[in-house]
């Protein structure tokens, strides 16, 4: 149940459904002087929300920072969280806009960072069984095909969402003392890492899949709206709503 609340929780306060909401005040508004607070108030919060430097310093606020292993620091597991990597269509496998979550450890397993992958994640649709591990099975596939060696790659493919990652993480692991690497995106890595301490889990972070850039602002940004920039919005809000829940409700 908590699974569905959030979902539709997080749609009712989402950047889009504020417009929506001043849309509908403007048609119901009965005062002429309101239904012209009603369009201008939308009109401007579409601007702000579609602004390349407010949208950018939020970002880049709430994402962890990159960052770069020392030359003798190495990890016993790498735990990858999924959630839009890769998918499979026909026989053909396709990367989605956060395949940088699984490109980072298989650089890293390259390199010798780290001795063995853990991809964690089932489906996080409302509409999907929970045990559906397809995203996982072709992030597997990939990295057995680019040289990881199969035996050093684990499966869990069931959690529907950051807690139950950490939860099902936490049982797999069964109190074992390794060192772990965790790697999600950059905007979801406060939640995910609040998760698998609450889990009693100690991980270090790697984020990956950075959607914030340099502060090297040019005039087009301050000025311009962009579509890809309500996108984004849309990304970090509905984080930043998801961390406050999970902290609200006991899960960090």
Not at 62 to 68: F, G, K, N, V
Not at 142 to 165: F, H, P, Q, W
């Amino acid at each position: 149940m908590f699974f569905i609340l959030s979902k539709i929780f997080f749609y009712l306060l989402m950047p889009i459904t504020f417009l929506v909401y001043g849309l509908v005040w403007a048609i119901v508004a009965k005062s002429p002087r309101r239904k012209k607070q009603a369009v201008v108030a939308t009109l401007m919060g579409l601007f702000i929300m579609s602004n390349g430097f407010f949208v950018n310093e939020i970002t880049r606020m709430w994402e962890y920072a990159p960052r770069t292993l020392t030359a003798e620091e190495t990890y016993d597991l790498a735990v990858v969280l999924t959630g839009g990597i890769a998918d499979k269509k026909g026989d053909n496998m396709h990367f989605g806009n956060s395949a940088d979550r699984i490109l980072q450890p298989l650089f890293l397993y390259k390199e010798g960072k780290i001795r063995k992958i853990l991809i964690s994640g089932g489906s996080g649709s409302v509409s999907t069984q929970a045990d559906s591990a397809t995203e996982g099975l072709v992030a597997a596939h990939l990295l057995i095909t680019a040289g990881v060696a199969k035996e050093d790659i684990s499966l869990e493919g069931t959690s529907r969402n950051t807690r139950e990652n950490a939860m099902n993480t936490a049982k797999i692991l069964k109190g074992k003392n390794q060192k772990i690497l965790l790697v999600t995106s950059a905007f979801h890595m406060r939640r995910a890492v609040g998760c698998f301490e609450k889990a009693n889990v100690k991980v270090s972070p790697y984020a990956t899949d950075f959607y914030a850039t340099n502060d090297a602002y040019t005039w087009d940004q301050f000025l311009i709206p962009q579509e890809y920039n309500l996108f984004t919005l849309y990304r970090v809000v509905h984080e930043i709503l998801g961390y406050c829940v999970y902290r609200v409700v006991g899960y960090l």
